[in-house]
């Protein structure tokens, strides 16, 4: 037996009983009065009834379709609701959601807090989670753990959808006082000194060393950690030299507590890829009201905290 339902039947239907006219109704659904007839005479099989009689020229419904005739209206009007584009504006104030956010260091430490300031203000329903970034995997935004990523762009994915938030560069930190600041930072003077960098992999190496093996330099590598924060807290303590986005010591003359808080930064003595930052999410949530809500805010934040940064930087 098929239990298989013609879902366009019901439209048929409806467009019917509202004309009350074969003619009429296939004028109304872009049909022929020949297709149009093919049709009722399908409804009158599936439902048992004739639905239409003749009465002089015209149409008159029965019983049955009279009475089918307001519930038929309203499936084939939810119908059209999910099939139609949302056209009613989010309401932020009026949102309850949950977002989890992977995000990277240079994001947390720039973004973070102005970001959570925002949405408290604008959506005090809504949670923001936000994760690490241990790799770049893109199974968690497209399973769905994953809402949002904001960092360098680089996962083998073609069919993520990307947004560009901000640019950065990698720039020397070392604590207050450090005598390679005494001096300009030549690469020779750079390289000589001890320093702590961030790797996932183990050899540490990245674009800085390439350009200073093309001087016929290499930096004495003396520590290796597993995040920014962590090497600015030991350059900070130490003779160490981190090398660091720019964004990381984002805030720190204001916010004693800031990761760069009692560092001084540096140019780097050797030109090194400026950093990209975007953000990065799986297309199904592409025209989701809240979602597009959640990436416009992010990138206004991190706007707002750019431009906070330079005049920090130019007072």
């Excluded at 149409?59 to 009279?66: E, I, S």
């Amino acid at each position: 037996m098929d239990d298989a339902v013609d879902l366009n039947l019901l439209v048929a239907l409806d467009a019917l009983l509202a004309e009350g006219s074969v003619t009429g109704a296939a004028r109304r659904l872009g049909l022929s009065a020949s297709a149009m007839s093919r049709t009722l005479a399908r409804l009158r099989a599936a439902t048992g009834d004739p639905l239409l009689v003749r009465a002089g020229r015209g149409l008159v419904p029965t019983p049955r379709a009279v009475a089918l005739r307001e519930a038929v209206q309203d499936v084939t009007g939810a119908a059209r609701a999910v099939l139609s584009p949302q056209r009613e504006a989010l309401d932020p104030a009026t949102l309850a959601a949950r977002f989890t956010i992977r995000a990277s260091e240079g994001f947390m430490a720039l973004a973070a807090a102005p970001l959570v300031v925002a949405v408290g203000e604008a959506a005090p329903g809504v949670c923001l989670r936000f994760v690490p970034k241990p790799e770049k995997d893109a199974q968690p935004l497209r399973e769905g753990p994953v809402d949002l990523e904001i960092g360098v762009p680089g996962m083998a994915a073609p069919e993520l959808r990307r947004r560009f938030i901000f640019r950065d560069r990698f720039v020397g930190a070392v604590r207050a006082g450090h005598p390679l600041l005494e001096r300009t930072v030549t690469p020779e003077r750079y390289a000589a000194c001890r320093h702590v960098v961030t790797a996932r992999r183990e050899s540490g190496l990245g674009p800085v060393d390439a350009a200073l093996a093309e001087l016929g330099l290499s930096r004495r590598i003396a520590v290796v950690v597993p995040g920014h924060p962590d090497a600015l807290r030991l350059a900070r303590r130490s003779d160490l030299v981190a090398l660091v986005p720019r964004s990381c010591l984002r805030g720190t003359a204001s916010d004693a507590d800031a990761p760069g808080a009692g560092l001084a930064s540096f140019p780097l003595p050797v030109a090194t890829p400026e950093i990209v930052v975007a953000a990065t999410w799986h297309p199904r949530l592409d025209a989701d009201p809240a979602h597009r809500w959640l990436r416009d805010t992010v990138a206004a934040v991190c706007r707002a905290a750019l431009r906070e940064g330079n005049d920090e930087d130019e007072g």
